[in-house]
């Protein structure tokens, strides 16, 4: 079974741009998560997605939203870039089902460098 | 507000050695607790576990070990090797997974 995909893998952008990342889960997940990984803050849930609507969402600006489609693939974006979002953003992927979660499968990751 | 917390950045131990790696939390309601492992330029892959109901999960060379009086567990690795080299995440569950800060390992032929 294939594992978690991001895409791109690596991204330079400058401030005031806005940027998609996309995330694939693991075939018959339906729930995705996504994580900014930053050094010293660990990573940091910014929102999660299940059938397409957003399940929960962690304490991050308006500017970073998401979506999640039919497929259970996955977008987020950011808009208004600041130097500050330079940052590994993970995304994971799970089954969903009901009641709190138990086990995610993480992407490799897409590292964005805002200049 | 960190929920989960790692207060030691970084860590060497020697080949063969224990390694113990350590995690508070402030949260009493979570109820399940997770150690993840993460290469660099990989995700994080996970390691063990354990439920709020058990006090101890071990999984070969890897122990977790849960006291929840103190909201405190520790990941025990025997022995070590340097291929367990990089850096661990523990990981809380509530409503979503909160994650500690980090822990590099080294593992020192």
């Known amino acids: 079974k294939a594992g978690v995909t991001q895409t791109p893998r690596y991204l330079i952008k400058t401030r005031g741009q806005q940027v998609t990342l996309s995330c694939s889960p693991i075939s018959g997940h339906r729930s995705v998560s996504w994580y900014q990984q930053t050094p010293g803050q660990g990573l940091q849930f910014l929102f999660e997605y299940f059938s397409e609507t957003q399940r929960n969402k962690g304490n991050f600006p308006g500017r970073f939203s998401g979506r999640q489609f039919s497929n259970s693939r996955s977008e987020m974006n950011v808009s208004t870039l600041e130097l500050g979002d330079s940052a590994l953003y993970l995304c994971?992927?799970?089954?969903?089902?009901?009641?709190?979660?138990?086990?995610?499968?993480f992407g490799p990751g897409t590292r964005l460098t805002v200049l | 507000d960190q929920q989960v917390k790692q207060n030691s950045p970084s860590l060497s131990v020697q080949e063969g050695r224990i390694s113990i790696l350590n995690c508070d939390y402030t949260?009493?309601?979570?109820?399940?607790f997770l150690w993840y492992k993460k290469y660099p330029a990989e995700g994080p892959t996970f390691l063990i576990s354990?439920?709020?109901?058990?006090d101890k999960n071990e999984d070969g060379r890897f122990t977790v070990f849960l006291n929840k009086s103190a909201k405190h567990l520790s990941l025990h690795i025997v022995p070590s090797q340097p291929g367990d080299s990089a850096v661990y995440f523990c990981?809380?569950?509530?409503?979503?997974?909160?994650f500690g800060t980090g822990t590099s390992l080294t593992v020192i032929p």
């Open positions: 354990i439920s709020s109901i058990k």
């Open positions: 990981a809380a569950s509530g409503n979503q997974f909160y």
């Open positions: 949260n009493s309601m979570f109820d399940y």
């Open positions: 994971a992927s799970s089954l969903g089902a009901g009641g709190p979660p138990r086990e995610q499968f």
